[in-house]
């Protein structure tokens, strides 16, 4: 294996708190450490379209406090093509790059794996998505902030519950994965949390009316996961107008203000974490694997096993919910 040169670095998918300190520490590391850094523009798309910087300490200065990604996000289809990794491949070796950190979600670590795979290019991945939705770690870059996000504005949504004596469906991103939800109801003492996971096993929508919900208290708040097949809090609604027409739901949807503002010190601390090990594993001779931290302990994931849907909810977590509601 040739020794690495030159790293270069992408965000990409969607966008999540604690991408900019990865960005940051990825850089600086290399750089500590005499690699050469590329910043690499808009995902994979900067690959095949080439738009692709060089990165100097300098150029990741003052943005640790801030949401997004100073490298831009962007979904390119090109990418999921033999020929637009080609391109890819192309343009990433005349612009002398070795090896590459891909910060991103489930999709981005699965190109990942196929680039990495077909080119035979070191590629380490740092899991950078709000959803928590990968395998092999307990924690995702962005979600320790979506989750505070989430919890400020149940709190504020308990008192318009409250006040007017009503159910209210939050839904929350998770991209078919129930942590926000489920994490995010523990956290603002919501009444239930409806998620993908459990969605074979039991009504949850059932489950809660006949729980007796409103027997003793006067307002509800339910945190729904998103769900396309199942039309998320909006299907919940409709269902509660049709099926249980003595409620008067209502539904807020928190959407995009997900994904933005300054991350928390708990995920500044793991984007920076990560992403220094990401450069101690491309040292090391370590290839094609995720970044995860399990226990506290930085661990390497393998791409497959990051991309796998191994990710479990703490089943234990909806029961308490329950319990912790009545
Ligand atoms: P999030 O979890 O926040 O949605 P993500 O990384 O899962 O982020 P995706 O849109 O699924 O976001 O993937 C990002 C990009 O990764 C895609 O636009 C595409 O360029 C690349 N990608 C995804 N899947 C593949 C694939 N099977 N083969 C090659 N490239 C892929």
Redesign the pocket.
């Known amino acids: 294996m040739a020794a690495i040169k030159t790293i270069g670095i992408l965000t ?5 708190p604690g991408m900019n300190a990865a960005i940051r520490a990825v850089t600086r590391t290399a750089i500590y450490n005499k690699f050469s850094v590329k910043g690499i523009k808009r ?3 900067g690959l095949v379209y080439n738009e692709i910087e060089d990165f100097t300490s300098r150029s990741v200065s003052n943005i640790i406090q801030q949401g997004g990604t100073i490298l831009k996000t ?7 093509t033999p020929e637009g ?1 080609k391109t890819a491949y192309d343009n990433m070796r005349a612009a002398g790059i070795d090896a590459l950190v891909v910060i ?8 990942a794996r ?2 990495a795979e077909e080119y035979d290019i070191p590629i380490v991945g740092l899991p ?4 928590n ?1 990968l395998g092999g770690t307990d924690s995702t870059i962005g979600y320790d902030t979506a989750l505070n996000t989430i919890v400020d504005a149940v709190d504020k949504i308990r008192d318009t519950a409250t006040s007017h004596e009503r159910l209210f469906f939050v839904e929350v991103m998770g ?1 078919m994965a129930g942590d926000l939800a489920l994490n995010g109801a523990l956290a603002s003492g919501a009444e239930a949390a409806i998620i993908p996971e459990m969605e074979t096993q039991i009504d949850q929508l059932a489950d809660l009316v006949n729980r007796g919900f409103r027997k003793s208290k006067n307002s509800a708040i339910v945190l729904v996961a998103e769900n396309p097949s199942t039309g998320g809090a909006m299907g919940l609604a409709e269902r509660i107008k049709k099926e249980f027409p003595q409620y008067d739901a209502r539904v807020t949807i928190l959407g995009h203000l997900q994904r933005g503002g300054s991350p928390t010190a708990a995920d500044r601390i793991l984007a920076s974490r990560m992403g220094a090990a990401a450069i101690t594993a491309l040292g090391d001779g370590q290839r094609n694997v995720m970044i995860g931290v399990k226990n506290g302990e930085l661990v390497y994931v393998p791409f497959s096993k990051a991309t796998c849907h191994a990710h479990r909810v703490d089943y234990a977590d909806i029961d308490l919910v329950k319990i912790l509601s009545i």
């Open positions: 990409s998918g969607g966008d999540a995902g994979y798309y962007a979904r390119c289809k090109e990418f999921a990794r991103g979600g489930d999709g981005s670590l699965t190109g196929i680039f950078g998505t709000i959803d939705d991209h």
